[in-house]
């Protein structure tokens, strides 16, 4: 007899599918864990298994979808605070590379297969879209948990990520231009210009003026000003990273890698912002999940179809990121390409837009709902076993995501 | 131009409204922070001002309702981890004094005024059951920065706030029976019977339980082990409290008692923990200061009703509770009477219960409104005042919601 708090919304049906997320993906995470698979991808799976598509426990909705985008929103502030800009700067030009090369290949792809299964211009146009940007929150849960956001490789894929977030919607843009008939040069360009001058400006000067004001927030009141200012800051730059017409992950990360200096020695704000980041990614990986639709496979045309478009997102993604980084070894190259392939929620969204405009089919939708999702639950294994050499050399596990304060700390001060 | 993630909600609008409501709850607790007011008054006066009387900035919906609740939740988790149970049953006799005077009087109060004000029978029982409810998570949060959530009358308050809305529910159940004109004393005596089961059992059994349980959460595989079994339990427990019929945040609390003395020394999970508190709790407070109706002003007999029902609710609570507390010292027992004045979320529950079932009119839901509104500012700077003495005393501040890792803090381990 839930009385109380029943109100515009039925808070207490939420709360019970926002506890049977969590449980399942706690639970997963524990199961892969102890099979020496990933836990983002038992966690996924969480989400295959108690969405529609299985036992239909709980099914996406609006209030899960917001926790779930700011759930990967923390998880790239996160990852930003432990990213010096200097570090990205270094490996720029390696990371242009990979971005645009990871983008090319999986959109040529995408077109051809498109058409060649009957698509029509504009229907080919999106799957190509859908196919290009790559959903880095999960590399980043990975790599985070091994504690390799630091190594070189690492940083060439969370600025080729940045990079292909801009080109995918310079392309998503043009796409939807031509699919409704009227491409204005002028506006595309300006599109792009606007998230290219809002990204460069903020990886620019945002680390030198918090640089700067971070040490008056000493004289702030307020409780814990550090971490509370750091959350305004997130929220605001994934805010404006929308309206200028980049994902929200964006602004996140910048938000993160502008305190990354600043704040490099504050253990207490990490600590604080991985409780956020532990309690909300598993909605986002479980939204993941319950995404699929296994219907799918009902129609064996369209199981084909599926696969093909996986393996082809698979291949142009590892290829084309993996050349992109020429001239670095090959594990190196295989590290970057595989850690490009998941492309997760942002896939998803494309292919939505395009069924929102009418120009995908469901066929067309399904299937890349399929890839979107079997990439993210392929990449995981795939990075692990291509990293772990890096994480037996260095012995740096644990140290980023999952910082550790040892469980009989004592307070100081 | 917010093209990705444009999906059935629209991302871009519930995000920025998220950033403002951020912004501005900790912009005035700076504020507030400076003029020596509790910074919990600045956050509720936040969001009158953004919120639809004011500038209109934001508006109530879904998706902060439920941020709101889980914020709350989180707040009475993160109280319940630093209260055992034992520090509870030791004043349990004088909680459930405090707790069923402080329904009694403001009840009756508020039944006399509504039919005095000509509201018929059911009308006015709603309003005194809307007067009945303390929402202890203003109190909690003010005691817990102050690092006092461990001394006798904060006890006292907790333990008096469980019974309270046990209470609370069988008063609403009746109400609701009432109104509708069918009363079933077997379905009221089981509504009763299970909220004071389930609480009992939690309480009692629920520590031992965890205590034997936690040494072996050392052996998972998953990452942060304590603190994710502490979220699954306490979502969990808050809807179980949830279909049991009192309040999740009831549930939530006995999560945390259950976990305090098994987790007593664990840092860190109080760290994480407090990190989603201090995320969330804005949205709560916010949310609260949102639902005030200013346009209730325009008509001068609800402003003289809402300054009845309002003055009533204070001192009804404060004498109601404070005689509970009869055979403590003077400030002791004013302690006790001010800590349990803030309604809030809970007082506007039962009058959106009253409004649904078409048995409150207009003028008495503003009243009720305003009221629930009105006690949340007004408790904490009379909690401040009349508890400051004992930090001065004691000198724990800031060691409970607050706990403060030195900023330079180096890892261990």
Redesign the interface.
Known sequence: ?????????D??S???S??IM??AA?LM??VF??LRQP?VVGEILAGVVIGPSLLGWVAPS??I??LA??GV?FLLFTVGLETKPQAIFKVGKRAVMVGVLGVILPFVAGYFIAAAWGGSFAEAMFIGAAMVATSVGITARVLG?MGLLDIETSRIILGAAVIDDILG?II??LV?AVSQGSVSYVGLAE?AGAAILFTLFVALIGSRIMNRLVPSFER?????P????G??LC??L??AS???????IIGAFLAGMALAEATE????MH??????T??LVPFFLVNIGMQLDLSVFRDTSVIALAIIITLAAVVTKFVGCGLGAWGMSRREMAQIGVGMIPRG??GI?VA??GLGLGVISGHFFASVLFMAVATTLIAPPLIKILYSEDRDNDGTE??VL????????????
Chains 1, 2 share one sequence.
């Open positions: 007899m839930p009385i109380f708090f029943a109100a515009a919304i808070h207490s939420v709360i019970l926002l506890f969590l449980a706690k995470a524990e864990e102890r836990a609006d209030v979808s917001i985008e700011i929103i948990g919607l998503l843009s939807s599109t702030l009141r307020l409780s814990k550090f971490f509370n200012i959350l305004v929220l605001g994934s805010v929308i309206y200028v017409g980049v994902a929200a020695k504050n253990h207490k600590n604080l912002t991985s409780g956020i532990e309690f929620e942002v969204v939505q837009i644990d140290v999952d910082i550790d304060i040892s469980e009989d700390y004592t307070r100081i001060g």
